[in-house]
């Protein structure tokens, strides 16, 4: 098994000196540790909870953002899309184009993204049990391309609550594809603020523990170097200053349980 | 309060003569009893369990025929629309355009979907509290569109199954809009049967009349000829000569409770 | 099928003058509609959330309460117990022994409630499948008697929440036992309130319409004169002032639906 | 922190033969890696699933082969507890004595408990949220006695199923109490077999590095040299010739995560 590789950006993207700013130090703390990297930003969060939420710099501007980053740091980038148009225009950019949960089973979409060549990832929606994602990686695999990662962000556990069953990453893992633990989104607490979504973010690091525990082959953090300052999910990401600690600590538990 | 209306079809359209033998008995049967009845049908299935389903006529074809059902028979006619560009096209030709369940949150199809002006019926997400289909209301209220239906359809219960909290209906009904129940896909087993979702037909019956005595304003009900014929959601459909005999009952408990 | 009962009562026992008073406003409201009806109360509450809640009146004094109410009013009475050894000893004093939810798989309680030869209520653990009931009731058959009712109190729905699937009364119905639905327990909010449960009794009149709608035996219903005084359970109670105008529209519902 | 204890040993008695060669074999696995450890057995299993499952060997037989045990190997032993009388009589054998999930809430049988003296271990039960393991934990330490222990085995997940949710390991540490992680029990699919519940032991393994990881203070796992001969638990045990491994990886996660 490979060691695990890390995606991390600021959820969405705010700026390109923001965005070069973070992937800067995230392609500095990895690189000294030997762990793979990948720089994650949204160009549009194209689902908030309410209106108020901010949406993001668009399609256009945030791409050219994604691109310079791996221009300029050499670092593999991934952005969302959330139409089977935008499929072709993000893969133009961007190494990694992903399905956002809520639209995992939207097979126009899995279509376009899988026709694009481009690695796909695919989270694994809030309301589908980890067996089934056997029909996603077939829909995408119809297609020819099977440069496929799949996601854990969480099942719903009655209202405005997730729950990160472990056993997915292992169940997913059948499939032969890597599996992705996403532990900012597992923390978040849906529709828990009114207009938008609460988080936990104190149980982003033991989470994200025990799904390297488990084996599996990616984690996904969110982080900003002053959450509250965010514009979108700030209550469960990780300060900027506190991701080389954790990764030390991830790094070494994958150690073991790779051995 | 309003009787309760009925929303009824097919699941999705197979031909102009099927559409139109099952809405003429629809017709019919309603009329005889004075429940006001809406035709409901899918031109395309886009988002079903794996590539092995049937997805449907097309959105051309699809929609003539929906037209044809209107014109032909005098009812209302609902469909569901996929994407923010199909909803000034489907608003052409239905009275009602419905989002799917799992697209609830996508803040342009919901935005598209009220600045057409048609009435429209969003199904809450299985990953959604009733309390935050307040969101999507104001979304699509942004538009200046109030004609608004807000739809239960069973909320994540562990894996592969729904339960319907019949709290929702009450709750969601404190948006001052109409809230239908969906007794089809509320005994929906979702992803059950491997590549589709297997369904519980036998409870349709006793959540319908349970979503009656709570007192909310429609049902939603699926009906075919010959059920296990029907190219999706066979096994949690009613069969089309059951239909007279499970109206009656429902009228019957709508009037005790809106007496 | 038989006309529903109801079973109603105070939750716990304060005194005997309370539960005359209640006890009788029951009997007068029921038998002027021709509703079988059950006095319920506890004389212990063995397992309040915290040890601030207030226990109760203990079972020498509840039981001559009990046993009072049904000399004095000719209304079958019913208690629950919490050991094996209290099993005979209730029997002795009222018609119906009821096995709290929590303690739904304990054998030799079932085992002892089963041989005191008086009817049995078991509640079914917030933790358990309503097909699973059918190893409850062969345990209590094991005894020879099988005089028995199954009670939906609601199931686990993440934290801190329940949720009342109305197909399981229709599914415990399948034993061939009569099912009550707890409309009372059914809205409770488990430890909702840091040492007490909360509750949210304005779902109770809706709650129990559906149950009655999908066709159940009995309702049960706590109620008071006055929820906020009541011991325990307060926050669902319904107030005794509305059980009339509540049990005509139930009673209507279910004439039509066992018609 | 210190490092973790496992807590181990067949689910029911079966004998003292039996249990010497299974204790012995864990003694030695442990003692050789510097592990505490703590042998478990069941002298009497009070809710099976069904009658047809088998009880076991009885308190008193039970009880000696326990003491026998603890002389002989010099281990603490544990056994779990169904009644407040037999709190006094197990803690005069035993060193710990647990109180089963479905039992967790119950007053008497806590306090009962608490009032031995003996160290107490509460399994949270599969209905209750891991904050409300405060009120267990005021209702034991009123008798005096804070010598407390804390299991997660599981949360209700819809029906026939459980899901571990590794937040409540932190959070129930929040008590001050030390964190046990059934990794055997949360693999149950309760009443999945219909007269008994089933399991899925290849998930002991991630379950138990995946609670390591997240810092607990223990790991419950039960054992059997021949799992399918197991009167009981056998689907979700680990057999013994593999608990070395195990052990070897989780005493190397919790290294890393205690440094």
Redesign the interface.
Known sequence: DLPFALISGPCQLESLDHARMLAGRLVEVTSERGIPYVFKASFDK??????VGK?GVGIEAGLDILAAIRDELGCPVLTDV???EQCAIAADKVDIIQIPA??C????LLLAAGETGAAINVKK????????VQ?IV??IA?TGNERILLTERG???????L?????S??IMARTGFPVVFDATHS?QL??GQG?SSGG?S??VP??A???????CSAVFIETHEEPSRSPSDGPNMVRLDDMAALLD?LQ??DR??K?
């Open positions: 194209a689902n908030r909870s309410s209106l949406r959330h139409t089977a809520f639209l089973r939207q097979t126009d929606g809030q309301f589908l049990a980890p067996w089934d029909n077939d829909k119809s099942a719903s556990f009655g209202y405005n609550m729950v990160s069953d472990m056993r990453l292992p923390v849906p529709g207009t936990q104190e149980f033991p989470l523990r025990a799904a390297i525990a488990t084996g600590q070494a538990l073991v349980v051995a």
